[in-house]
């Protein structure tokens, strides 16, 4: 199993390092990462609606599916809006509308839309009174978790580019080696053994200490190797505790975010989220620190600490 897992992480590494190359040369921002995105979006939905399903609740499938749609395609809303409404006014709103970051109402415009289709769905499903209530906040819970939290990432490329997005994704995975290699030499203190008896408080130490080394080292080359997309374009060396409380932040909340789909399994009675891929469990088991750490990740480079 070990070595499965090795294999199939070097692929998945492999081919992320060369969809971020292309993507960073393409025209359209995200054109090489979007078909990516949404074919794991897909798979992870199809894994919490089963956990769900699992867990005795009832979500709406299709409004899942299509809440998620909608949440991950907004942050391309303002670049869509300015290729529609051409030049003049109409083109300067939408360039300032991007510039202050204009993405968040498209994402409540989404998430009502995704509201609005359940409430639809299950009154067109209603037989008795009962259930109905859980089923609506199984389907929005779906797509606030894998839809919402996903949407950070996204905008991370969109608005700061490829070097945004992998400074997210170099220390959450560190921070999950960090925890894997340390806790399997030497852990000893179980964190949490009802939730993931395998997780312990050195593993806990030596993902924070990784992610800590990952956070410097990817401010220190990767992110002034990759510059934000544009000629003539270069990121400010952050100061020294931005990278420290970059890689507490997104290293601290990739933990938690493994943890919170352990929690969903254990409530399902499940190990694992699915089988589709060996070694890892399931997408959402390679998503799921990415998940909690893409808002943290987001919130350093847009209050400036990084970048």
């Known amino acids: 199993m070990l070595r499965w897992r090795l294999l199939l992480g070097t692929l998945l ?30 798979l992870a939905t199809r894994e919490i609606l089963d956990l769900e399903a699992a867990a005795g609740m009832r979500p709406l499938g299709w409004v899942v599916y ?15 809006a300015r290729w529609w409404i051409g030049t003049g006014q109409g083109r300067s709103q939408c360039e300032a509308m991007q510039s202050q970051g204009f993405s ?16 639809v769905g299950e009154m067109c499903r209603y037989e008795k009174p009962g259930g109905a209530t859980a089923n609506l906040a199984a389907t929005m819970f779906a797509v606030v978790y894998v839809g919402v939290l996903l949407h950070f990432a996204v905008c991370l490329r969109l608005q700061w580019g490829v070097a945004a997005l ?25 964190m949490a053994p009802r939730l993931s008896p395998g997780k312990t408080v050195e593993g806990a130490l030596g993902a924070l200490v990784l992610a800590l080394v990952a956070s410097w080292a990817t401010f220190r080359w990767l992110v002034p190797l990759v510059p934000p997309d544009g000629p003539g374009g270069q990121f400010a060396s952050p100061p020294w505790w931005g990278w420290i409380l970059f890689g507490l932040a997104v290293g601290g909340l990739g933990m938690l975010g493994d943890l919170a789909e352990s929690l969903l399994k254990r409530d399902s009675a499940r190990k ?13 088991d390679v998503l799921d620190s990415i998940l909690l750490g893409a808002p943290a990740a987001y919130g350093c480079w847009y ?5």
Do not use: E, Q
């Open 13 to 42: 590494i492999a081919a992320l390092v060369g969809l971020c190359t292309l993507d960073h040369r393409a025209g359209p921002h995200g054109a090489w990462l979007a078909p990516a995105l949404f074919l794991f979006a897909v």
């Open 66 to 80: 299509v809440g998620n749609f909608l949440v991950l395609a907004s942050p391309w809303a303002p670049f869509l």
């Open 104 to 119: 968040d109402p498209w994402l409540a415009v989404s998430l009502a839309c995704a509201m609005i289709l359940a409430f």
């Open 166 to 190: 992998g400074s997210l994704i170099v220390v959450v995975k560190a921070g999950d080696t960090g925890a894997y290699a340390v806790g399997r030499w030497i852990g000893r203190h179980k």
């Open 272 to 284: 694992d989220s699915s089988l589709w891929m060996p070694g890892f469990g399931g997408v959402l």
């Open 303 to 307: 209050l400036g600490l990084v970048g």
